[in-house]
């Protein structure tokens, strides 16, 4: 059974629903250890005038469905009342989910300084001055799945990071009308995310949020996980590996499609970590 998760949202990125405190109530309720909140970090407001990045649609809404920066400082103050509130019951973490870009280093810098982990989730990411978007099937060519996973390396090598959420996301919409092939560009991409995240000591995601939305609308194999990123995973023995829920709504933390992410796991001969040691 599920004890820990890291990765959950709350109402403040404008596109999950529910209290903080139901989340924690549930996770109480299913004997939860610890708990970590990771809700998406603010659109920086030199990039909210941009207009590649106001054109940026992700699973039919637009990027800025972020946190607004002015509630950064009341979700870490909520956050710490609750924590304290329910020490007794449950370890309560502090997080945020952030893109990474030179541009944006120093906001990721400084929610490092008043949080207690980023998680690393590359929505979309930079070549130069341009701007793509890994849920486009065109943006994501052959050339771009790589540099997708050098800028994710990028990000890892940073230290800023605990832990990379969906790090196989940049296969969502690839080859889609293709038979969804996972290519020798998936593989080459696919080692320079595991090896930067275990050169930076990161934990890399088995991400569960995504399998309902995949099977709802009948896609085999599922957007992510895939099979074939976490069969190569396994052949690197120090790779850390976790379970997230990518929670969007309270009663989401505990879900059968866990159960299908330890098959997963278990197939490919995965050994999951427990907690990521906050
Ligand atoms: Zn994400
Ligand atoms: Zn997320």
Known sequence: MIKNNYHTHTKYCNHATGEMEDYIKVAIDNNFEELGFSDHMPVPDEL?????????????????????????ERYISELNVLKNKYSNQIKIFIGFECEYSEKIANIVKNLNSISDYLILGMHHF????EIYNTYSSTDMTNERVIQYA??????????LFKYIAHPDLFMFNYMKNNGRLFTIECEIATRIIVEAAIKNNV???????EIEYSEKEGINPWRYPRKEFWDIVSEYKEAKVVIG????????????NY???LNLANNCDIKLEESIGL
């Open 48 to 72: 909210l005038e941009d207009e590649k990045y106001k054109s940026l649609i992700y699973l039919g809404k637009p990027y800025k469905d972020r946190m607004e920066t002015e509630d950064v």
């Open 126 to 129: 930079y070549v130069g001055d």
């Open 150 to 159: 050098n800028e994710c390396a990028k990000a890892l090598d940073t230290g």
């Open 203 to 209: 934990y890399l995601e088995l991400n569960v949020h």
């Open 245 to 256: 829920m990518d929670a969007h709504k309270p009663e989401k933390l505990v879900n059968e």
């Open 259 to 261: 159960y299908k992410i």
